[in-house]
Every structure is written in C-alpha cells, then in structure tokens.
C-alpha cells in the first residue's frame, strides 16, 4: 500500500471533526490525539494549524495531525519551527498536550511515520521541529535532525489500580510509611475518613470550574487558571466530555452532601481504562497536618479501583506528591529537531560557551 502525506488549510470544522472522529474509531491513540481535545483546543483558541493527512491509494485518510507553523524566540532571534499538533506560541499551547503522536489507524505507525518524516523533510520553510509530550520510543524521533535537543523529560507518575484490588482495596499499604502516616494524620484530622465523592452533572459544571478557579486563585506565580481563553478551554473539554463520557468533573467533602465542607476537585480524563487527573484545586489546609491534596487522589484511587479501571495517572509532573502517591511510571519527553542553520550553529557555539541549554 502506497501512502501519501499532504499538508493542506484546516477544512471546515465539520469536515474536519467528521475525519478525526472516523480515524480515531479506528486507531488505539491517547486522549490527547482524540477529537474531545482536539476539538475544545481549536474552539478555545485562534490557531489555525494546517492540516497534515496520510492517505492510501483510494485517497483515504490513514492518519491525521496538526502541524503549527510559528517564528519561535531562540538565543538569537526567531527560529521558523513545526510543532506537531501544537500551535507554537505559548499562550494557545497552555493546555500541554501529553502522549503526542500521529493519529493513525491501527498498526500502521511505523510506515505512516516514515511517511510524515518525509515529507516533513521534503518542506524548505522550516529550520525546528518541536515535539512535545511524546513517548521515548516515538517513531518521530527518528528524524535524521543535524542537531537533536531534548529540552525536557518528565515522570508521569501512576497508581496501579489492578494492584490496589489484589490489596483488598487497602490503597494505602502500598505506599512508603511516609506517605501512609501523611494521609492518615490528614484523615484524622478530618474526621477519620476519606472525603466523599461526587460527580458533576452538566448543571454542576459551571458553579464547579468557578469553584476550581477560585480555590486556585493566588496559589501560583503563572496560574493558567488566570487566562481566559484556557478557563475557556476547560469548559469546553468538560462540557463535551462529560456528554461523551470521556471526562469527569469529582468534587470531594468532608460528609454525604453538597453542603458538607469542601476538600478539592479534580479534573480527569477517561481513556481506554485508564483516568488522568489533568487539573486540580484544594481548600486551604486546616493545620500543618491536613493534606486536601493527596486526601482527594487518595479518595479518587478508591473510587477508581472500585469502578475497574486500569491505572489512575497523575499525568506529567515532577512534583512530589505524585511520586509519594504513585505505585509505578511512565516517561515522556519535550524535543527540538533541528536543521542545519549558520545562525542555529552560532548559537549552539554560544550556549557551549555559556553553559545554557536550548530549554533555558
């Protein structure tokens, strides 16, 4: 089978959702590649990102991509870069796409991304390729860059939820002592148990994402929660995800009722049996030994294992308290591909000289 890859303008919004959700019926790809993410960033953002198509002989579709074409800042000067199923500019990419790829019909990966790399390589208007969130063993990344910089690569921490079952549902004594006493002066403070669980109907989600905003204003230095157009976005993915039963909204109390006292909320994802906590906000502690935070993933893991999903990811982060709360790994990395350039040389040369990383 002979494959072809056109690069082309974003159809119409139809159009395009009908494609993407017909290749996505067919493929085994991330969350992050489906139309529930896709679609909300494109709606929430003014990006227009071309559309990058691998099709057969018959002229049907065999993967699908976003590929954003932006002048990035670089040491010295702007860097004309691709950036898969990103847009290259740091305010419409704040959602932070995980488990980055090409959307392909199953089986097919190894020749379509032989396919995309060629004909990426084949185009003369670009001097980067960023790749964003995507796995260490990515076919991508066998580009035959000049020059191949990791900028990052993080942990993503999960919780084995097979294993919390075969342990009777005893979550806890799966993890380090540390992390066990933690919880549990943090219960005890709170009663003794766990929070209690509920799920956001459509008519929740408003006051909810309000609440998620407010219980997170102040907390960060850069607060995406901040930002309009990612509140936005939030919404979006929440309000159609919820229909599609591929997002849940949980708010934690302290008791059985609405009107008990607020512990957090969690933003999730549900894929293929596995949840993914994308965003998250917690009241303020009681005391120095009250934890809302690990309290409501703890209380999530349950609900979760109960529920006979696979794995509860904390999605990727460096923080410590997905690595107390995890019972397993997975990895993902950030990657600039480059080709040759006078410029891009003298500035490698310089970050030699200077002891800085392409990330910094």
Same mark, same amino acid.
């Given at each position: ?152 690569? %993080? ?124 965003? %998250? ?5 009681? %005391? ?24 509860? %990811? ?47």
């Amino acid at each position: 089978m002979a494959l072809r890859a056109h690069f082309s303008p974003l159809p119409d919004r139809t159009t395009l959702e009908a494609r993407w959700r017909t290749m996505e019926a067919q493929s085994d790809a991330s969350f992050f590649l489906g139309w529930t993410w896709i679609g909300a960033w494109l709606d929430a953002y003014d990006v227009r990102p071309e559309l990058l198509a691998v099709t057969n002989d018959e002229g049907h579709d065999i993967a699908l991509a976003l590929v954003g074409h932006a002048m990035m800042p670089r040491l010295l000067g702007r860097a004309a870069t691709l950036c898969l199923n990103q847009a290259g500019d740091d305010g419409a990419d704040r959602p932070f796409i995980e488990y980055n790829g090409l959307l392909i019909l199953t089986d097919q990966e190894l020749p379509v991304a032989r396919t995309v790399l060629s004909a990426i390589g084949a185009r003369k208007d670009w001097r980067v390729l960023h790749l964003a969130g995507v796995a260490p063993e990515s076919p991508l990344l066998d580009f035959p860059a000049h020059r191949r910089a990791k900028l990052d690569e %993080s942990p993503v921490y999960q919780i084995d939820l097979d294993a919390v079952r075969a342990a009777k549902g005893d979550y806890l004594s799966l993890l380090s002592a540390n992390t066990r006493s933690q919880i549990r002066r943090a219960m005890k403070e709170r009663g003794g148990a766990l929070p209690t669980v509920a799920r956001a109907s459509r008519a929740d989600l408003e006051p909810w994402l309000e609440e998620m905003r407010m219980l997170n204003q102040g907390r960060h230095a850069d607060n995406a929660w901040d930002n309009a157009a990612f509140r936005r976005f939030v919404a979006i993915i929440a309000e159609r995800g919820l229909e599609e039963g591929n997002v849940e909204l949980l708010r934690f109390t302290d008791g059985g009722d609405g009107d008990a006292d607020p512990v957090g909320l969690l933003l999730n994802f549900i894929h293929r049996g596995v949840a993914m906590n994308y965003q %998250s906000a917690f009241t303020a502690p009681r %005391s120095a030994k009250d934890k809302p935070g690990l309290l409501c993933h703890a209380a999530a893991v349950g609900d979760y294992a109960a529920h006979d999903l696979n794995l509860y %990811s904390l999605l990727a982060g460096k923080d410590r308290y997905k690595q107390s709360l995890a019972t397993c790994e997975d990895r993902l990395q950030w990657w600039a591909l480059e080709r040759f350039s006078p410029r891009l040389e003298a500035e490698a040369t310089l970050r030699r000289l200077l002891r800085r990383p392409i990330s910094a």
